[in-house]
């Protein structure tokens, strides 16, 4: 079993940046990948960033590059979400996510809600 429990998420002005958290835990964590996906009202949940299928690298959504900031503090188990220059689109729930590969989550964490006004 893994848990997962982000944080950091509020409402911030377009332009703004917010920093996310998710603390992850478990005996079976070695076993898995973390990433970030998002899910808009009305919309279908998707990737944002993570560690790709291969443990090699970062991927990051089109969206994301440029303005977001996957890392991770392996002595924390911890990994981070760094938002920068927000839009309103960017307006979702956040969810910290543990995979062996980013297509078919294993676990998922509550959620933290960001809300970008214009």
Do not use: H
């Not at 294993?106 to 006004?117: A, H, I, L």
Request: charged share 15%; with cysteine; glycine share 12%.
């Amino acid at each position: 079993q893994v848990q997962l429990a982000e944080s950091g998420g509020g409402l911030v002005q377009a332009g703004g940046s917010l920093r996310l958290s998710c603390a992850a835990s478990g005996g079976t964590l070695r076993f898995y990948k973390l990433g970030w996906f998002r899910q808009a009202p009305g919309s279908e949940r998707e990737f944002v960033a993570g560690v790709n299928w291969s443990g090699s690298s970062t991927s990051y959504a089109d969206f994301a590059k440029g303005r977001f900031t996957f890392s991770k503090d392996n002595t924390k188990n911890t990994v981070y979400l760094q938002l920068n220059s927000l839009k309103s689109e960017d307006t979702a729930v956040y969810f910290c996510a543990a995979y062996i590969v980013p297509q078919s989550v294993n676990y998922w964490g509550q959620g933290t809600q960001v809300t970008v006004s214009s």
